[in-house]
């Protein structure tokens, strides 16, 4: 059973940092890209940033450029999302990804594995 569990969220103030994993079983997605994506309440789910099969490239939504970094470890089928500088309006569930092929992708139809995601909470 393919799986993809997050971990890493909290409540935090503004201005602390958040490391999130995303920890994948079941097969190997090192030959997919992955990708961060969240859903606040009451609105749609968000790319947040994704990142290619190698790590080589990534790519980010604009509101957190600067601020977070994507990141890869294929020999423990993991990704990391390492968010600085945390806002109110970054609080939301952080959800997993993989995609479909190689190179990173905004778009949530070419991602087939979710993982259940982990809540983030930024207090003012």
């Known amino acids: 059973q393919v799986q993809l569990v997050e971990s890493g969220g909290g409540l935090v103030q503004a201005g602390d940092s958040l490391r999130l994993s995303c920890a994948a079983s079941g097969r190997t997605f090192s030959r997919n890209a992955m990708g961060w994506f969240r859903q606040a309440p009451g609105k749609d789910r968000e790319f947040v940033a994704g990142i290619n099969w190698s790590g080589a490239s990534q790519d980010y939504r604009d509101s957190v450029k600067g601020r977070f970094s994507i990141s890869r470890d294929n020999a423990k089928n993991t990704v990391f999302l390492q968010m600085n500088s945390l806002k109110p309006e970054d609080t939301a569930v952080y959800l997993c990804?993989?995609?479909?092929?190689?190179?990173?992708?905004?778009?949530?139809?070419?991602?087939?594995?979710w993982g259940q995601g982990t809540q983030v909470t930024v207090s003012s």
């Open positions: 990804a993989a995609a479909t092929h190689l190179s990173v992708t905004t778009r949530p139809y070419e991602y087939d594995y």
